[in-house]
């Protein structure tokens, strides 16, 4: 059974740091680019960072560059997204997503950024 599990999400200052992690398990995760998305209340879900396979290539998008860092432990089956001086637009549902010969999704973890 293919499993994307997220977790590390809460609330938290303007500011201040969390750290996602996405646990894999049921398809050979090695093979699989991975993806943080979020999703802010009423807008589209949106590309956060992207991993290759061996995590040699990182992308981010414009409005998180410098601020997150996405990494990967195969060996451990999890990626990473460790996101520092959020900011209250840092808010949303935070999924990971595996792009190989399929596609699987998490369900998500709720990062709030608020004062």
């Known amino acids: 059974q293919v499993q994307l599990v997220e977790s590390g999400g809460g609330l938290v200052q303007p500011g201040g740091s969390l750290r996602l992690s996405c646990a894999a398990s049921?398809?050979?995760?090695?093979?699989?680019?991975m993806t943080w998305y979020r999703q802010a209340p009423g807008k589209e879900r949106e590309v956060v960072a992207g991993v290759t396979t061996t995590g040699g290539t990182l992308h981010y998008a414009d409005s998180v560059k410098g601020r997150f860092t996405i990494s990967r432990d195969n060996a451990k089956n999890t990626v990473y997204l460790q996101m520092n001086s959020l900011k209250p637009e840092d808010t949303g549902v935070y999924y990971c997503?595996?792009?190989?010969?399929?596609?699987?999704w998490g369900q998500g973890t709720q990062v709030t950024v608020s004062s």
């Open positions: 997503n595996a792009n190989g010969r399929y596609k699987f």
């Open positions: 049921g398809f050979t995760f090695s093979n699989y680019a």
